[in-house]
T-cell receptor
Framework: GAVVSQHPSRVICKSGTSVKIECRSL??????MFWYRQFPKQSLMLMAT?????????EQGVEKDKFLINHASLTLSTLTVTSAHPEDSSFYIC????????????FGPGTRLTVT | AQSVTQPDIHITVSEGASLELRCNYS??????LFWYVQSPGQGLQLLLK??????LVQGIKGFEAEFKRSQSSFNLRKPSVHWSDAAEYFC???????????FGTGTSLTVIP
């Protein structure tokens, strides 16, 4: 099956700094990628939908200036958490659609962000 | 509105016992249904999916699920649970034309010896 990677798997940053998380589709071209956030013992909440070559679509309540998404190529989307604060600490998971396969998304392994 | 309900927040079963995790959905279009498993600190692993056809779907690790349109349900089952099955299980619904997945709140499974 298709593989999606995320980097880094874990990151610790200081409050006020920015951190970038990469999501790559390794063996397919993903026109659409998704970014989810998961708090401990909770479900995945969609943050935004990222389309290659266009602006991301953010879900209600997600600050687009804080969570910058760039989908510059068909295999790479990045999420940058700007001016991070401790409340941004969370597990971030990306997924990607393979346009050759109807309806399915492939999930990355996730990135654990801790803001100190 | 689209939604997925997993009524059981936490389930405890004995090793070797049978398991059923419930999932109900509300979706305006023809649903694509998924079950994922997540171990602590890990990403999601797809157990099985239903798009169309036979309503009883076989997945990995001995899991199966049955799609019941009349009940808007997609319950996950396993005849004999192993200790390694302890994890968080998520039901999700999506669509072919739509992009977004809707996840349930998850069911945490504990397996006791």
């Amino acid at each position: 099956g298709a593989v999606v990677s995320q980097h880094p798997s874990r990151v610790i940053c200081k409050s006020g700094t920015s951190v970038k998380i990469e999501c790559r589709s390794l063996d397919f071209q993903a026109t659409t990628m998704f970014w989810y956030r998961q708090f401990p013992k909770q479900s995945l909440m969609l943050m935004a939908t990222s389309n290659e070559g266009s602006k991301a679509t953010y879900e209600q309540g997600v600050e687009k200036d804080k969570f910058l998404i760039n989908h510059a190529s068909l295999t790479l989307s990045t999420l940058t958490v700007t001016s991070a604060h401790p409340e941004d600490s969370s597990f971030y998971i990306c997924s990607a659609r393979d346009p050759r396969e109807a309806g399915e998304q492939y999930f990355g392994p996730g990135t654990r962000l801790t803001v100190t | 509105a689209q939604s997925v309900t997993q009524p059981d927040i936490h389930i405890t079963v004995s090793e070797g016992a049978s398991l059923e995790l419930r999932c109900n959905y509300s979706y305006g279009a023809t649903p694509y249904l998924f079950w994922y498993v997540q171990s602590p600190g890990q990403g999601l692993q797809l157990l099985l999916k239903y798009f169309s056809g036979d309503t009883l779907v076989q997945g990995i690790k001995g899991f199966e699920a049955e799609f019941k349109r009349s009940q808007s349900s997609f319950n996950l089952r396993k005849p004999s649970v192993h200790w390694s099955d302890a994890a968080e299980y998520f039901c999700a619904v999506g669509a072919n034309t739509g992009n977004q997945f809707y996840f349930g709140t998850g069911t945490s499974l504990t397996v006791i010896p």
